[in-house]
């Protein structure tokens, strides 16, 4: 019955003006280079790679690229401050310092956030509401913690690691650099930290930034490279702790790297995670959730819902919804004020994307695309979905990290726990249903270390978030955050 | 060229977010070497049902913030006294402190605050639980803040001692008003003003001079208010107010135990003693025909 009602048909004309966000007063240099020792510096070598803006192909900056010696001279930095001031001074400076941060962070919000923009391709809309103001929020949370740790652990005299290195994706650049430095300088550490290749720029404002704020020479360091560069940290015997967050892959090979060593790991690795939609559940808001659960940030997100699964007896009125509120989005240029989605953040990325919609073809799903007009340059994908998906299919198996959304079907609440079970990943699910007791039963049956109930793709410096199995080990955020960086024995 | 003639500081009370003076219109000098320093406020009971009435319409604006959201407009404090510092040392200087001393004061008020305002957001996590009761059932506390505290600051330690006796009360979301000290009440309005200054809400914050004798009583017998939170040396005052506050069973919270320039005040315990613990059942559906092995 539900299926004769007829789509919305937009045929194009869901357009706004243009709100374009003015980059009148932006200076992105023309160079970066590496910030070790509390001094930009050119790399020894002097070799430098481009930085791309995603949306229009246009080389934004050179970025310097940190190979062995200039890696270990940032390991011995961070060590020479572990070992001298910032080992020290007491929790109630450390905060202090820390506090710093995210004030300046406050401050220069705008400018990191059209930075952000530029350089990955995501909305403004996303990098401005969500990725600055969370990241300013993780510093001024975790500042709290640096003179409070003895209550954090009681009994146990919680103490530093010594210098942490810390690799991040390219998906939120900025936000990701906060998870990682605000905790481990709480806690007393000093940081060798390494951006990914096509989204340094803002991490080395950042690097300005603890300049600004005084922080002793070498608490941290920001290098710059290519995975050679992060392999180069891995390997480093001085340094006491990996911070990973990445692929599943690459966190398979930097365990391998590191077995054997005394060197502590955190690894906040892929996800496949399940979206759980019940017949009793509130469409809309659910609608919304699955929406925002997939394409929020193109679909580049580790713990983007990209499993559907709605129940049969709502799946046509479910599809209906989704299929119309897709049409609704708006794909273009990033620093538009009214843009839905923004650019795939490389070329390289895109490719996998596509060879994934590809594989879904071929193996029988069914593909639905929105019908849009995607700019002439940059790199760019519709927000898709699949239905006909059974579990074995690739797009329901392996993590795709682009707009791409797999629907399948249930009908019992055990079946689809099981569904949503029968993966190698655990990041994130969720679920959605009026009736409380389901939600905190499925919380409860689910392997992933997130569960969003009627909610999705929320953070918060006060929340922990990680993953079980192959999404990881370790949590980020909270008071679960602190633990990885500090030695309790 | 004449002497320049200084304007001199009108001190009042601090009410609503507003500078009042008492509505009985009595004051009291302050006096040093046989100079009047300042006329102060001699408040009323009146005064002080003013302060509770409006601390009862800040207290769910307040509590309702985001524990983010107090965090950081408790450090803005921090950052409006740490802008203001010569206008406290002076106000500690001219009511007899040295200046090394009052250097001190003002510093450790400042990290103080910092110190407190990490705490909005961490209370829970310290003193929250989940508490894995025997039915299926999905339980947990968390401690909310209680609402209008009467505060009675320590008369040493004029600022250090008032900052303390406020900060830890207000931060978890609790509204105040303070009867401040009575003999070195200078800092206190100056602090009203930088409170005034940083984002807090009106009435938040209530700052009210006068004779502790006179006024305590009120804020014991008030039956708006929710605790107590005291400093008082005088033993026939305290033991008063702890009489008077069992009208409507307040809390009273004793804080002159503890040593307001020791580092050893800075803990979550003083701000767990103004809240109330608060546990919530929620069932979780049982499924009879599951059998999870993953």
New interface residues.
Partial sequence: MSSKIKSLKYNGKWDFSPSIESIENLSIQKEYQLFINGQFQQPLAKKYFPSINPSNEQQLSRIAKAEAEDVDMAVKSARAAFNGQWGKISG?ER??YI?RIARLIQEKSKELAIVETLDGGKPIRESRDIDIPLAA?HF??Y??????LE??FPNRFPKPLGVVGQIIPWNFPLMMAAWKIAPALATGNTVVLKPAESTSITALLLAEIIKEAELPPGVVNIITGDGSTGNLIVNHPDVNKIAFTGSTQVGKSIMENISGTNKRSTMELGGKAANIIFEDAPLDQAVEGVINGIYFNQGHVCCAGSRLFIQESVYDVVLRKLKDRMQSLLVGNPLDKNTDIGAVNSKQQLATIQKYIDIGVKEGADIFQLNCELPKSGYWCPPTLFTNVSQSHSIAKEEIFGPVLAVQTFR???EV??KA??TPYGLSAGVWTD????A??LA??L?AGVIWANTYNKFD??SPFGGYKESGHGREG??HGLNPYLNLE | MSKRIKVLKTYKIFIDGKFPRTESGRYTQLKKDNLTIANVCLSSRKDIRNAVLSARNAFESWSSKS??NR??IL?RIAEMMEGNKNQFIEELILQGEDSNKAILEIDQSI?RI??F???P??IN??FGSVNPVASSH?NFTILEPMGVLGIVAPEENSLLGLISSIIPAILSGNTCVTIVSEKLPLCAISLAEVISNSDVPNGVVNIITGSKDELAPHLAQHMDVNALGINIDNKELKNQMFFQASNNLKRVVDVSKYKIEDSSFE??YIVKKFMEAKTTW??????F????N?
């Fill in positions: 109630k905060a202090k506090y929020a001024f949370y500042a709290g913690w640096a003179d409070k209550y954090a019992t609440t055990q726990i099981n079970n029968n009736k409380g007791s389901k905190f039963n409860s049956k392997k410096p006060t909270g008071l | 524990a983010y965090s950081q450090y990290d910092i110190y305002a990490g705490w957001d961490k996590p310290i999905f803990s979550p929620h069932p979780i559906e049982k499924d025909t599951s059998s999870n993953y």
